[in-house]
């Protein structure tokens, strides 16, 4: 007995402990708990319902168009290549009014689909004035028979805000329905759920995609009890705040359309008969990209998440009453061996062994199954409880100190979780305005160099890429920002300070080059393509410090001028060159470089036209070329063609110089040197 007790009391003590913080869904736990259980979906393959598109506004589309917002005639105009659609839904809003005509005609153009669902969003804070025509005509959309029975159920609690942006009366009133598409992330960040409804102005409207399955089956959402519903005799299970856990597919399997190519007939209107259409944004800047188990992934892609979970009987099923049963047994598993079992290696086998049969049982539950239950505190509870017991035994018996020490000493590599949980760094937000250079470089052609590899190499390929461009980036004191696909976003003078920031950034891109050229040797012995980038330069103030959420951020920089940066980049494939940098670059320069003129640029997203240089390496040959290219382009500045003609054309017979290249095209059509409007990524 007195045994019995000793052992008892840190036992209930944990019990309590653990299931305190599993109900209550504790920080930081609750974010270790979701990572940890991301597993599932790397686990399971399962096929996407073939029945969902998403039309995207893609960027080849807004570099056809424009910059969003575009004119709603345009829209209209796609909209009304739906219309063997069997329900189209806008992932997007038109909350304020243009010109009558442009109103109507894309208002209309909602008339002509068979069913369509409108989206709208809640807000905290605003200021649009909603008319009583709106919400009449939105209350249309609520959800009656579920609000009738939230009193009776008192949960879940839907969210709810005390104002929402809403698409203007014509458009309101012209779509079958609308939907909301406000979603929130979970505490890590991370967007792993889609809310059934929310709340605005005391009544209850479901999500775009849950209208859209509304109006697919003619059917409505009913309660089944507290925590579950159903839709057309499925069930759909919620957590306490009416969100429903989504089921992630391969971002490969998702069906993605240009909006583009609809207009440009590339994709036939046919492609879209009977299916669900989901209308939404991609374009960086205009469009949202969400963190999720499965990476980053378009903000509409939730939306089809979930219709296909729906349509293809993928929703997860959620038990929290079995975690909890669970975390009971692991509590007290180390309490019964200690009891039963003397040898502390046999104790280990069977603690480790029952949480591997439960995880195997739990992973295989949930792939065929498709049954979610939190294994992550029944493992904390179980390391935790063996901690404990396996301490209290081990000061007990001194005879076997040196072999229990042993043993538990298996645990230690746990513990590191353990501290990570108790100790916590305390992390703020916030940033400042800093003047900084900005490099961003990018593969050329590297869709057409990843399609031609498999995974591995690929992998392998950009490893041996990164590896020697990240460390230009560090020996020339700059910070890398991050990787952006096989781009390398990096900036200077920040965190530290680097007086001669554009001097650095400047010597790093020349780096870079000079190790790519290394690099691209040893590819052609192993018979592999060479690797060629494109590199972006400009200096300015921008916003600089720790971005995010109070719960996932990380060290970077906004601005305008990082957008610049970016762009001009982009520019190089135009002039045939390796490093372009911005005149606001130029006259930060205190090291002597070779670099020219080329022109001023109108890249989008800037008001103004930016002058912008080609960077060469200093050599005796660059030298020679900057003279006589200077020279070329003043002739052809001051209108003397014939001269600049002959200099351009000397530069490429001897250097096959890209940039006289493109200036003889220039001069050949007539077009005086100027400001040239590009588009760019």
């Not at 498709?370 to 209290?392: A, H, K, N, Q």
Request: proline residues 4%; hydrophobic residues 45%.
């Amino acid at each position: 007995m007195k045994k019995l007790l000793l052992y008892l009391f840190p036992t209930l003590f944990i019990l309590v402990l653990m299931l305190f913080i599993e109900i209550k869904h504790i920080e930081p736990f609750e974010s270790f708990s979701l990572r940890f259980n991301d597993i599932n979906f790397d686990l399971q393959k399962k096929r996407i319902n073939q029945d969902i598109v998403f039309l995207a506004i893609d960027e080849k589309s807004v570099n056809e168009y424009g910059r969003w917002p575009w004119k709603r005639e345009i829209l209209a105009e796609g909209i009304s290549l739906l219309d063997q659609a069997d329900i189209l839904l806008m992932d997007m809003i038109f909350s304020e009014p243009t010109n009558t005509y442009a109103d109507t005609l894309l208002s209309q153009s909602f008339e002509n689909i068979n069913a369509s669902v409108c989206g709208f969003f809640l807000r905290e804070k605003s200021t649009q004035t909603i008319t009583t025509d709106e919400i009449q005509t939105l209350e249309d959309s609520a959800l009656d028979l579920l609000q009738s029975q939230v009193a009776q159920y008192k949960k879940p609690s839907f969210i709810a805000s005390p104002f929402a942006e809403l698409n203007i009366l014509p458009i309101l009133q012209s779509c079958t329905l609308s939907g909301s598409f406000t979603t929130l992330p979970e505490n890590d960040g991370l967007m792993r759920s889609y809310p059934l409804a929310v709340y605005y102005e005391n009544f209850l409207y479901p999500s775009l995609a849950v209208q859209g399955l509304r109006l697919k089956f003619d059917s409505d959402v009913q309660r089944v009890n507290a925590n579950t519903v159903s839709l057309a005799d499925r069930e759909i299970h919620l957590n306490p705040n009416g969100f429903i856990r989504l089921n992630f597919y391969d971002r490969k399997e998702y069906k993605i359309i240009s909006f583009l190519d609809l207009m440009q007939g590339k994709i036939s209107p046919d492609i879209f008969k009977n299916k669900i259409v989901i209308l939404g944004i991609t374009e960086v800047g205009a469009g949202d990209v969400v963190s999720t188990p499965v990476g980053m992934m378009y903000g509409p892609l939730l939306h089809y998440t979930f219709i296909s979970n729906f349509l293809e009987n993928h929703l997860i099923v959620e038990y929290e009453n079995i975690t909890t049963l669970l975390v009971i047994l692991m509590v007290l598993l180390p309490l019964l061996l200690i009891l039963f079992v003397k040898e502390v290696k046999i104790r280990t086998v069977i603690n480790i062994t029952t949480y591997i049969l439960i995880y195997i049982i739990v992973r295989y539950l949930f792939i065929s199954q498709m049954i979610y239950i939190d294994l992550f505190y029944p493992l904390t509870s179980l390391i935790l409880s063996i901690i404990v017991i396996e301490g209290i035994a081990f000061r007990r018996q001194e005879k076997s100190s040196r072999f229990i020490k042993d043993a538990f000493s298996a645990y230690l590599s746990a513990d590191l979780l353990d501290q990570l949980i108790k100790n916590p760094k305390t992390l703020t937000l916030g940033g400042e305005n800093k003047e900084l250079s900005i490099l961003f470089s990018d593969i050329r052609g590297f869709t057409s160099i990843s399609e031609s590899m498999n995974a591995s190499s690929l992998v392998t390929l950009l490893n041996r890429y990164f590896t020697p461009m990240t460390q230009s980036v560090m020996q020339h004191k700059g910070m890398l920002d991050k990787y952006i696909g096989d781009a390398v976003m990096a900036f200077f003078n920040a965190p530290v300070d680097v007086v001669d920031h554009a001097d650095q950034a400047c010597f790093t891109a020349l780096d870079m080059i000079n190790k790519l050229n290394n690099l691209n040797k040893q590819l052609k012995e192993e018979g592999t393509p060479p690797i060629n980038i494109g590199i972006g330069i400009n200096s300015a103030e921008v916003v600089v410090g720790n971005m995010g959420s109070d719960s996932r951020f990380n060290y970077t920089i906004m601005g305008d001028g990082v957008n610049l940066s970016s762009r001009i980049e982009g520019l190089t494939k135009n002039y045939g060159v390796n490093i372009l940098i911005t005149e606001f670059t130029v006259v930060k320069l205190t090291h002597e470089f070779i670099y020219r003129k080329i022109e001023p640029v109108a890249v989008k997203g800037k008001n103004e036209a930016v002058l912008i240089y080609e960077l060469m390496p200093t050599t005796e040959e660059t030298k020679k070329i900057k003279i006589m290219y200077d020279e070329a382009l003043d002739s052809y500045i001051n209108n003397d063609l014939n001269h600049a003609k002959e200099l351009f054309n000397k530069l490429i017979k001897e250097y096959d110089d890209s940039l006289s290249k493109y200036f003889m095209v220039h001069i050949n059509n007539q077009q005086p040197w100027g400001i040239c409007k590009m588009n760019t990524k």
